[in-house]
């Protein structure tokens, strides 16, 4: 990232790949967060000698930029994390102050964390969050077999997506999420940030989520969510194989809203208005069938429900 970068980010607002820090005099404490967020997402930008107040940044710079390098260097090739960070650096001059850049690499070794696995982030928005058991075991799992779903598919473009698909997940993230900083993206800067779309192909996870079924099935012959009503507790007791068998769908995005929509169904609901006057709908049995199909989208495999 060169300067003229650098000031067109600091009319934005931090976002995945990019966060500041103040780091006047030294390093921050929570800039090991970012780092572990950074290595076990997409990697990203760390500044040390801007603040932030809001969405205003503010160039304050350092006051001893060899130091506080040096500082932050040492401590990535430590055993404070537990593998060593490989990162590229770059020194601004902004406004007669100096000002440091780290860009943190993705590293294929992931979960990264300092001190200990209980220290492992991951990085949402412009936020690092702890990363959760789930999490951390997908990881260790992407670092056994592979990460295919990060790889381009061959022969995929813009058009190898569904257009309805894309429409209705922009429009669910704005009404049910629309604090979220991408919902003000174009599209193209939409599915780069997602990584649905990197060099003008689409990721296998972008091609997944939101595919045109003819063109997913040219990667993934035998692609497919099953969803099956058995009447019965297991299959040998059943009067027959299934009672309800769901009919193919385009993508796993469209897959899930019917997936939910059918067992919904099956747990009580409560309904309430919020303040607001919108509907609500509160129940434990909702939020497992969420947290179940979620689960199903980070790892697409071929899937059973018994009822």
């Known amino acids: 990232m060169n300067q003229e970068d650098l000031k067109n980010r600091l009319t934005d607002i931090e976002w995945e790949d990019f966060e500041v820090k103040e780091a006047k005099s030294e390093v921050p404490k929570s800039t090991w967060e970012t780092v572990s967020a950074f290595a076990n997402t997409n990697g990203g930008w760390l500044i040390f000698g801007i603040a932030q107040n809001g969405e205003v940044f503010e160039i304050k710079g350092v ?11 040492n401590t990535l090739r430590s055993e404070k994390f537990n593998v060593i960070i490989s990162t590229k650096q770059q020194l601004y001059h902004i406004e007669n ?4 850049g780290f860009y943190i690499n993705p590293s294929n070794k992931k979960p990264i964390y300092y001190n200990n696995q209980a220290n492992t982030y991951i990085r949402r928005g412009s936020s690092d969050q702890k990363a959760t058991k789930e999490e951390i075991d997908s990881m260790y799992r992407d670092q056994s077999f592979g990460t295919k779903t990060s790889e381009l598919a061959p022969k995929t473009n813009r058009e190898s997506l569904n257009n309805l698909s894309l429409s209705r997940y922009r429009d669910y993230m704005s009404r049910f999420n629309p604090s979220v900083s991408y919902n003000r993206f174009e599209e193209k800067e939409f599915l780069t940030k997602l990584r649905i779309i990197e060099d003008g192909q689409c990721t296998y996870s972008g ?11 040219r990667h993934f012959a035998d692609f497919r969510i099953d969803l099956l009503e058995v009447p019965g507790t297991s299959y ?9 068998r769901l009919d193919e769908h385009e993508n796993l995005w469209e897959y899930y809203f019917e997936c939910f929509a059918r067992l919904k169904n099956t747990v009580d609901v409560k309904f309430i208005l919020t ?32 009822t």
């Open 63 to 73: 006051k001893n930029a060899e130091k506080i390098e040096q500082d932050f260097l």
């Open 236 to 244: 040998n007791n059943a009067e027959s194989r299934y009672t309800f």
């Open 275 to 306: 303040a607001e006057g919108f509907g609500q709908e509160l129940s434990p049995g909702l939020i497992a069938i969420r947290e179940a199909l979620v689960n199903m989208l980070i790892h697409p495999v071929r899937c059973l429900f018994v």
């Open 97 to 100: 102050k100096t000002i440091i």
């Open 207 to 217: 091609l997944l989520m939101f595919g045109k079924r003819e063109i997913i099935e």
